[in-house]
């Protein structure tokens, strides 16, 4: 008779302590790990301006570059071409293979 009562008791236990006590304490993990940290905003804060330098950069270079050749996007859009060019010519003039590369108007 002791045992007929143990088991339901073991369960609604479980049920209703176990259960709620297991969730509880996952969802405090996740929502501890969720936020982010002054260590990860202080890097945030050095990457972005690191990119905002960058891009700085980047523009007084294009404008440098633009004013010294004009035409210098249009040679730049194709640099592996461009590359794959200069290379058979090296290759060429090397005496590597004797296929003359094809020159582009």
Known sequence: MHDEYMIP???????????PWLVFHYV?????????????EN?????HDLARRLDERMSTIERIVQADNPNWRAIA?????????DRSERLYESGRTSNRPARRT
């Open 28 to 40: 405090t993990k996740w929502k501890s790990q969720a936020t982010i940290t002054t260590e990860d």
């Open 77 to 85: 859009a194709d640099p592996v071409e461009t590359a794959l060019e």
């Open 9 to 19: 008791i073991v369960i609604v236990a479980i049920l209703f302590i176990g259960l």
């Open 43 to 47: 890097l945030l804060d050095e990457l």
